[in-house]
Nanobody, 125 residues
Framework: QVQLVESGGGLVQAGGSLRLSCAAS????????MGWFRQYPGKEREFVAA????????SYADFVKGRFTISRDSAKNTVGLQMNSLKPEDTAVYYC??????????????????WGQGTQVTVSS
């Protein structure tokens, strides 16, 4: 089973940037995918972005298009999330997740089987 560990969270002023990283270990299926979700206290986790493990296919939530970029680094076995033009409403715990299957990249958290521990992102105004 895949194990995931997030890093890179922290405190940044509005308009600034952060880069999150998700380190993956363990075995995956031939059609696995990786996603980023975020969660406010007392709220359900919401989809941010996803990427196929063996292709360049990506998917983004509307509220981050043009600001966030998801990427893969095969040599380091990591998935990154570059976050630019950060807003106070981006403040949340960000989670890396993994799932398996082919077709459209899912936005439903229930389609992801393995989750990291989360990393806090705080954007001040």
């Amino acid at each position: 089973q895949v194990q995931l560990v997030e890093s890179g969270g922290g405190l940044v002023q509005a308009g600034g940037s952060l880069r999150l990283s998700c380190a993956a270990s363990g075995r995956t299926s031939s059609y696995y995918y990786m996603g980023w979700f975020r969660q406010y206290p007392g709220k359900e986790r919401e989809f941010v972005a996803a990427i196929r493990g063996s292709s360049s296919s990506t998917s983004y939530a509307d509220f981050v298009k043009g600001r966030f970029t998801i990427s893969r680094d095969s040599a380091k076995n990591t998935v990154g999330l570059q976050m630019n033009s950060l807003k106070p409403e981006d403040t949340a715990v960000y989670y890396c997740a993994s799932g398996g299957g082919y077709g459209a990249l899912p936005v439903n958290a229930l389609r992801y089987d393995v989750w990291g521990q989360g990393t806090q992102v705080t954007v001040s105004s």
